[in-house]
Structure formats: structure tokens, C-alpha cells
């Protein structure tokens, strides 16, 4: 499961896309959007995404997760349009045979796909809308890259 939404995000359907006997662990992370930023009240967000690139730079970071950490198995949803103050705008899950490569396998791929995915955030504050760069995600480079 790797793909965008303009729909609620089920995590537990995320979860079941990655469950397999051999997991020993399961781990989800969900970035929901929080109501301030930088000390600024926040009302919500929205995403635009450019689909026909979302989804192989999707496939390449699920590709590097495989490879670098054998018997993974990731799935990752971003959702697009507007988003109110606690829902999730992206859930990824990861499944692999013991819990230290769950926790390296997904903070690798969040900071992937923040740092790559031609996904853009727009800032929604009482004093007007603001866009926003994934400045705070440490992968910079990679095969797949968008500026």
C-alpha cells in the first residue's frame, strides 16, 4: 500500500497492509497536524501532491526499506486537500522481524519521504496561509530526489 488519499487515513488499514506471520513487530507512526507552529496558532493544513511522481518515489523508498532491512515490509499513505487540527496526514507502517529494524526501517522512511516526495504543505493561520518546506527532514539525496 503506498499511495495518496484526499480521505481520512485508516491507520489499521495500513497496519493489515504490512502484517505477515513472521513480524515480530508492527510499528506505525501517524503525523497528524498539531494547532501551532513556531509559537503561531495553526487552524489547518493542506496538501497539494504531483501524482505521477508521488508514487514512484513512493516505490523507491519502500525499495531502499527492503533492501536495507531483509523481511521488511512498509506501506505508506499521504493525504492530500484539507486537513483539521489532530488528523493524520500521513501514516506509515512497517512490519519486520524484530522491533529494532521496525523503529530504524520507519524513521528512515518518513525522513525520506518528507525529503523527496513532491508533496507541498500549506499553513493555515488566522492571519492568512503560508506555505511550508520540509526544512527538519535530515535525507537530502537519494535516486528519485525532488527539489
Known amino acids: 500500500?503506498?499511495?495518496?488519499?484526499?480521505?481520512?487515513?485508516?491507520?489499521?488499514?495500513?497496519?493489515?497492509?504490512?502484517?505477515?506471520?513472521?513480524?515480530?513487530?508492527?510499528?506505525?507512526?501517524?503525523?497528524?497536524?498539531?494547532?501551532?507552529?513556531?509559537?503561531?496558532?495553526?487552524?489547518g493544513l493542506s496538501y497539494e501532491a504531483y501524482p505521477e511522481l508521488c508514487l514512484p518515489v513512493m516505490q523507491a523508498i519502500a525499495d531502499e526499506v527492503?533492501?536495507?532491512?531483509?523481511?521488511?515490509?512498509?506501506?505508506?499513505?499521504?493525504?492530500?486537500g484539507s486537513l483539521g487540527i489532530g488528523e493524520a496526514s500521513v501514516v506509515?507502517?512497517?512490519?519486520?522481524?524484530?522491533?529494532?529494524?521496525?523503529?530504524?526501517?520507519?524513521r528512515y522512511a518518513i525522513d525520506a519521504l518528507k525529503a523527496r516526495l513532491p508533496v507541498w504543505k500549506?499553513?493555515?493561520?488566522?492571519?492568512?496561509?503560508h506555505w511550508k518546506e520540509n526544512a527538519e527532514s535530515p535525507v537530502r539525496t537519494g535516486e528519485g530526489d525532488c527539489p
Open 1 to 43: 500500500m503506498l499511495t495518496l488519499t484526499d480521505a481520512p487515513i485508516d491507520p489499521r488499514a495500513v497496519e493489515a497492509a504490512v502484517a505477515w506471520p513472521g513480524a515480530g513487530a508492527v510499528l506505525s507512526f501517524l503525523g497528524v497536524t498539531r494547532d501551532n507552529f513556531e509559537g503561531e496558532a495553526v487552524v
Open 122 to 129: 500549506k499553513e493555515h493561520r488566522k492571519d492568512g496561509s
Open 66 to 80: 527492503a533492501a536495507q532491512w531483509p523481511g521488511a515490509r512498509l506501506a505508506m499513505v499521504h493525504r492530500i
Open 92 to 106: 506509515i507502517s512497517v512490519a519486520t522481524p524484530h522491533r529494532g529494524d521496525a523503529y530504524a526501517a520507519s
